[in-house]
């Protein structure tokens, strides 16, 4: 199983990021692979897409989600999220978003190690960032 972040989710649809090629290209090397993410990274997703490729864009991912047999999307509860305010009270080390943290707690809750992300935030939180 790997997690996807929202800066995989945003590269793919966003031919003008920099890490699209790479999101396709990983797109391919894991077809077949059981794909899972939060709410939240769905919502973070909706948020970035809506303000910086348009209302269509973003509308386009939310359809795209419904309809696909490749991905999951769990919901973060309070025993996350309260595992995650914690975990950010430790950790000075990087600016990390509190969607990145429940991301993190869920992965150590279901034991993911793998994740779709280009930030570098999920290598520093001892995730293994996949690449083409």
Avoid: C
Avoid at 50 to 69: C, I, K, M, P, W
């Amino acid at each position: 199983m790997i997690f996807v972040d929202t800066s995989f989710f945003f590269a793919a649809v966003e031919p003008g990021d920099r890490s699209h090629q790479e999101a396709m290209d990983l797109s391919r090397k894991i077809s077949g692979e059981r794909l899972i993410t939060t709410n939240l990274v769905r919502g973070e997703t909706w948020t970035l897409m809506r303000y910086r490729s348009g209302f269509q864009t973003a509308v386009r991912f939310l359809d795209s989600l419904e309809v696909s047999n490749s991905i999951a999307i769990e919901q973060v509860h309070t025993e996350l999220e309260t595992e995650s305010l914690g975990w950010l009270r430790q950790h000075d080390e990087r600016e990390y978003s509190f969607v990145d943290a429940t991301s993190f707690a869920f992965m150590r809750k279901y034991r993911i190690s793998e994740a779709l992300a280009f930030d570098g935030d999920f290598t520093s939180a001892g995730f293994v960032e996949l690449r083409a």
